[in-house]
């Protein structure tokens, strides 16, 4: 049977996609899509990905609600943070870590729901 293997793209509505685009390079390392079928596109290091539907009314008037969250695996939850902040973006840290990571919520310069994700490492869940 056929299946889908990852995620081969991330497309949004920006009102400025040039200047969000340059945001994301800057704090977050994902590259610009190449102008050109040579180029390569941002490569994600391996690892897992969630897709998982979340209650809300799409389309509704609560940005939270009628919009999408972008996850993102990181590997240093309060490096990104503190350089993030430095850079003036206020970002809220989940002051809880649970069995798989460590979690931060933020958003883009036009409003986009993000959350930073550190996954947990054999024996960095609570109690173990």
Do not use: C
């Amino acid at each position: 049977m056929a299946r889908v293997t990852g995620i081969g793209g991330f497309f949004f509505p920006a009102r400025d996609p040039e200047l969000l685009a340059r945001w994301y390079t800057t704090h977050f390392g994902i590259d610009p899509v190449p102008g050109d079928y040579v180029t390569p596109p941002w490569r994600q290091e391996a690892g897992d990905t969630v897709f998982a539907p979340f209650k809300g009314e799409p389309g509704g008037s609560d940005p939270v609600e009628s919009r999408w969250i972008l996850n993102l695996r990181v590997d240093d939850l309060d490096g990104m943070v503190a350089a993030l902040r430095a850079a003036g973006t206020i970002v809220e840290v989940d002051p809880e870590t649970y069995p798989n990571g460590r979690f931060a919520r933020l958003a883009d310069p036009e409003g986009n729901q993000l959350e930073l994700w550190q996954p947990a490492m054999p024996g960095d869940a609570p109690g173990s």
